[in-house]
C-alpha cells in the first residue's frame, strides 16, 4: 500500500506535472515574475469560472480576508460577529483593524456559524459578519443574507476552504460558494482545495466599486501610479503560483469530485457505528467539498482513536482544539460559556481523516477498518 498521507500534493502533482511545468517555465522565460501575464490570465480564468465579476488575487488567504474587511471601510470599534470553531486568521485580521470581533456558536451537524447566535449578537455596532465555510461545506447564506439585509450589515465569505462548492437557493437556483456575500475570500495554501506551490490567496466580488477600492489596497493604496490615496498594502499573487494555479484550476471539479468520493466511502464505512456521527452533507452532492473530512466521536475516547491510527501510521488531525473564544489572544469579558456549548463539545469531539484527491480503495479500506477494530 502506498504510504498514506494527510494531504497527498506530490501524488497530485506527478499526474499534472508536465502542464506545471510549462506553465512555470513559461513565466521563467518571460521573467514576468510580479504582475505577469500569469497573474492577469488566472484571475480571467478564475472569474470565469466562478461566475463572478471581479477576482483580486493577493498574496494569502489571511491577507484576502484583511483587504476585503479595509475595502468596506470598517472602522474601528465595529463589530464583526463570526464563529468560534473556525482557523484563526478569520479573527486574528477583525483583531488586528481594531475591529471587535464578536464570535459566535456554531450548527453541531453542519460546523457552520450558527444563524441563532448570529441574530442574538447583533448589537447597534454590528456592521458585517463573516461566514466561515467550514471544512468544505456552504454555510446557510440564505438566511445570512437575509440577516444581513434587514440591519444593514456586510457579508464577507471565508471561502478558504470550499471553493468550487455550488450553494443552492430554496428557489432551486445556485451559484458557487463566494460569490454570495458583498465581498468574499480565498487561500491557495498548497493543502486548500486550490493549492499552490507557496502562498497565495484571492477576493472576489460582484461590486465595481468595491473592486476598485481593493485594487488600490493591494498595491500601497495607488490608483495612480506613485499616488498614495488611501492606506495599503503590499499584498501580491505571484506569477510562479499563478502559473501553478493556471495549470490546477481546469482540475478543481475533478479533485472536488474526488474528495467527494472518498469521504462517500468513508461515511459508508462508518455509517451503522454508533460512536461515529459522520459529516451531515446539507445541500445536494457539490455543496460539500470536503477540505475536510471531520468525524464526531462521540464515546469520549477521541484521544485514544488518534493515537491508535497515528501508531498504524495513518495521518490525522484535530481541526480544532480549542475554541477561539478561550484562545489567550482573543479572551473577552463578554464572552458566556453557555454561549459555546457546540463548539466546545466539538472541540473534544472532532478528528479530520486523510483526506485529498489521491486516496485510493486500499487506503480508504486500511483507514476505515483501523478505525472500525478501535471503536468496535
Ligand atoms: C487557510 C485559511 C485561511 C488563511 O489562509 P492563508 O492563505 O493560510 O493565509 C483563512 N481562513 C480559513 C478558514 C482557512 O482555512
Redo the contacts with the bound molecule.
Sequence with gaps: MKKIQMVDLKGQYEKIKATVDASIQEVLDTTSYINGPAVHAFQKNLEDYLDVRHVIPCA????A?QIAMMGLGLQQGDEVITADF??A??VEVIALLKLTPVLVDVEPDTFNISIDAIKKAITPKTKAIVP?H?FGQAANMEEIMKIAAEHNLYVIE?N??AIGADYKYSDGSKKKVGTIGHVS?T???PS?NLGCYG???AIFTNDDNLAHILRGIVNHGMYVRYHHDVVGVNSRLDSVQAAVLNAKLPNLDTYNHARQSAAAKYSAAFANNPKIVTPVITGEKDSHVFHQYTLRIIDGDRDGLMQHLLDKGIPCAIYYPIPLHAQKAYLDTRYREEDFTVTNQLCKEVLSLPMHTELDDEQIDFITSSVLEFLK
Excluded: E, I, Y
Design positions: 494569502n488567504g489571511t491577507d480576508l473556525t482557523f486568521a478569520t466561515v467550514l471565508d478558504a476552504q475570500s487561500s491557495f495554501f486548500k502562498d497565495g490567496g
